[in-house]
């Protein structure tokens, strides 16, 4: 009726006879409790109240229109925001590509990065202050779901200049009586635990002169010349040079590393930040064996 101002016109567009369409003007005007149309007998003309009225009201239809579209872009992941928290690490392996490929398919996602401590990851996802963590998944709490992303084979991690860098692989045997910069259980226990086994199998137990509660802290002393060490792989990445590392002639062991996420958690972000992160983890593997060959080379 605001658009044609002819009640005849209306009505036809309506499809309504011209009876109901001013029945239904007059209920209006008695809920709004304002008069919105001026009738004469030439013409009908929107009143000052209806003016605004018609205003208010087209807003108030394009924003209704405008939440439906972003909850449809929402449900299709297109836009929202996604809170990813990482353990001390993590940069040096999948998660860089992983971020890049999630940007780039979801451009207008908010993607919050958190760095936290292996303490912090399983409590922020049980609390919703993070859709995924990034972890070693051991003893991990029953209201999570995990998938792992890759693994990574523990490596020798030499000061420079250290007689055994000399060897292509090194027996573990030959760190026996060596200082040795080890992980807190309390803090890394996957990687406590894995050494520990390593050793074992060996017939040795490591002559610990410092635990650390990071890779990149073991790194650190380890080029301090502090002793040797065994850490994942990746953590060649964050070396300054001053470190050496060399594959065990023998058996070895991996650590796993885990994309976890909360059981009841459907949401279509968390499963394509998780695709991404497996695409990411099967690319990183393929670059680990990479620096494996090399290394055997």
């Known amino acids: 009726m605001a658009e044609e101002l002819h009640f005849g016109r209306a009505a036809e567009r309506l499809n309504l006879s011209q009876p109901p369409l001013s029945a239904a003007i007059k209920r209006l005007e008695t809920q709004v409790g304002v008069k919105l149309f001026g009738r004469t007998s030439r013409k009908v003309l929107l009143t000052p109240a209806g003016q605004v009225y018609l205003r208010e009201v087209r807003q108030i239809l394009e924003r209704l229109s405008e939440a439906a579209e972003a909850a449809r ?3 299709r992941g297109e836009s929202g925001q996604l809170s990813v928290g990482y353990k001390s690490g993590s940069l040096n392996t999948a998660l860089p590509q992983a971020v890049r490929l999630f940007r780039q398919q979801h451009p207008d996602v908010e ?3 958190y760095e936290m401590n292996v303490f912090e990851v399983q409590p922020a996802l049980l609390r919703g202050d993070v859709q995924v963590g990034l972890l070693y998944p051991a003893r991990l709490d029953l209201r999570l779901s995990f998938e792992v992303m890759f693994s990574e084979p523990l490596m020798l991690a030499l000061p420079q200049g250290h007689p055994l860098a000399r060897l292509d692989r090194v027996p573990l045997r030959l760190i026996a009586n060596e200082p ?3 992980y807190q259980r309390v803090v890394q226990p996957e990687c406590y635990d894995a050494i520990s086994e390593l050793c074992r199998s ?5 002559q ?5 509660a990071t890779g990149s802290a073991a790194v650190s002393l380890i080029s301090a010349g502090l002793g040797v060490g065994l850490v994942p792989s990746s953590q060649r990445q964050a070396s300054d040079g001053r470190v050496e590392y060399r594959f065990l002639d023998g058996p070895t062991v991996s650590v796993d590393f885990a994309a976890a996420w909360h059981r009841t958690d459907s949401s279509v972000l968390t ?3 998780v695709a991404q992160m497996r695409a990411a983890g099967q690319a990183f593997t393929k670059q680990e064996q990479g620096f494996a060959g090399l290394l055997a080379g």
Do not use: D, N, Y
């Open 73 to 75: 872009r929402e449900e």
């Open 111 to 113: 993607l919050k990065l």
């Open 180 to 182: 040795f910069v080890r």
């Open 202 to 206: 060996a017939g040795f137990w490591p």
């Open 208 to 212: 610990v002169v410092q635990e650390v």
């Open 271 to 273: 499963a394509a930040f």
